[in-house]
């Protein structure tokens, strides 16, 4: 058999991954600024918690979710999305105890079987955050205004930011109600997929991507316009400090999201780089989830970003980022007196905090300098016995073909320069 990585899977290879650390580190400091504190869950959770909190008829719980049973009858699913395991351990550790807005971010692999295409894996990773705590649109405000420095600093300036309020348990029915009304008696023009949620989820219609369900939900009656006091002042509050940040929106009043939780503000951010996978980013408040979790009614926000599309994107978009892969030195030894002394001379460099690296393979100096070029090393070391002897090396810039006689005890000085 030829081993290959699962469908929908794929390996990051070590001349991607200086890029991949690049974006992480900076999503990193983002957060840092912004006063959020790293949380890593487990890869897998209880199979109920995704049932309970995401949603029984999403497509993430009905389709995609991987589960397994243990020995003992366990069920267990590998984490489909990071919110309700973040939720889930705030509770278990009453994160909310020491302050009264919990900030937390992730980095994590996520697993939803789907159909794989550009864009779209049955692993990725998302960059996600999570403000618990607070029902202030001042903190809807600032987790997309986190999200748009963070683009900015890695050099997304072109996406749309998508925006709507999805209301609340209070005053959804009376959308939910006026949907139904308007799509009764067309339900036969719509797919089957949505013939179901007509009967079980009518909001879902709102974002199917087949045609004919366009065209019937075209003149739908919009959400905004059934939203509770308390919600419209909420998205409207969001719209005011966003307007206030100079941060640009477009309202999308069928922008609902793939799962139930949500409450109030969702927002999606689209790249026109990409394809049908445009999504780069998403999220909303789940005023509701801490509750179904452990009782406490504690109104939160976040958001996901997907890496994978975010490198995607950052590549046709022809971004260059500034990754420094270049090593220090690359040692070439003529000789095996001169092999055993760099096996020490690597080690006191590398002491020093010098990265550095040399040749295990016997070749010949001309290879060994090749090498020292592929591993992007600064300079090259040369040591042959005439080197030993007068307690010197030959230093060769790679950049400037230029080449001086360094002492050994100098020689850290002389790279640290
Ligand atoms: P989501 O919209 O399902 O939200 O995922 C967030 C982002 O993850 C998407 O916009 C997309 O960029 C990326 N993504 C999702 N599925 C895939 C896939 N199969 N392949 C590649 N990238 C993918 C959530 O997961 C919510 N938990 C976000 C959130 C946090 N809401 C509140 N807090």
Redesign the pocket.
């Known amino acids: 058999m030829e081993y290959r990585a699962p469908r ?1 899977t794929r390996d990051i290879l070590p001349q991607d991954t200086p890029h991949w650390q690049y974006v992480e580190e900076k999503f990193r400091n983002i957060c840092k600024n912004y006063g959020f504190s790293e949380i890593r869950t487990p890869t897998f959770e209880h199979t109920e918690l995704f049932t309970r909190n995401l949603g029984d008829l999403t497509d ?1 719980v009905s389709k ?1 979710m991987y589960t397994f049973s243990t020995k003992g009858n366990t069920s267990l699913t590998l984490r ?5 395991p ?1 939720m889930r351990a705030y509770c278990e550790h009453n994160l909310g105890e020491r302050l009264p807005v919990c900030k937390l971010y992730y980095i994590a692999n ?1 697993f ?1 079987y ?1 159909r ?1 295409q550009a ?8 960059l ?3 403000a618990v705590g607070t029902s202030d649109a001042a903190m809807d405000a600032e987790i997309i205004s986190l999200a748009s420095s963070f683009f900015k600093s890695i050099g997304i300036c072109e996406y749309m930011l998508k925006l709507n309020s999805i209301g609340c348990p209070g005053c959804r029915p009376n959308y939910r109600k006026a949907l139904l009304e308007y799509v009764d008696g067309r339900v036969d023009e719509l797919c089957s997929s949505c013939a179901a949620r007509y009967e079980q989820n009518p909001l879902r219609m709102l974002d199917c991507k087949n045609s004919d369900c366009k065209d019937v939900l075209a003149g739908a009656p919009r959400l905004t316009d059934y939203l509770c006091d308390e919600c419209s002042y909420h998205f409207e509050t969001l719209k005011g400090y966003l307007d206030a940040l100079g941060i640009d929106y477009v309202l999308d009043p069928n922008l609902v ?3 139930d ?2 409450t109030k503000t969702a927002f ?2 689209v790249s026109g780089a990409l394809g049908a ?1 445009n ?8 005023d509701n989830m801490v509750e179904e979790i452990c009782g406490k009614h504690v109104p ?11 490198m995607l994107t950052l590549e046709a978009m022809g971004v260059e980022l500034p990754v420094e892969n270049k090593i220090d030195a690359y040692i070439c030894t003529m000789g095996e007196n001169a092999h055993r002394y760099a096996v020490e001379l690597l080690y006191s460099l590398r002491n020093a905090g010098l990265a550095c690296d040399m040749d295990y393979t016997a070749r010949s100096l001309k290879a060994q300098m090749k090498l020292a070029g592929k591993n992007n090393a600064k300079y090259a070391i040369i040591l042959g016995d005439n080197e030993l002897e007068r307690g010197i090396a030959t230093v060769k810039n790679m950049g400037e073909s230029t080449q001086c006689e360094i002492a050994f005890d100098e020689l850290i000085d002389f790279l640290k320069k």
Do not use: C, K, N
């Open positions: 929908g993430v995609e489909p999305e990071g919110t309700a973040t996520l939803r789907e794989p864009g779209r894996y049955r692993q990725h990773t998302q996600g955050i999570e999201r793939g799962f939780y949500y999606e951010f996978q999504a780069i980013g998403g999220g909303g408040r789940y939160s926000i976040g958001f996901g970003l997907g890496l994978d599309r975010l």
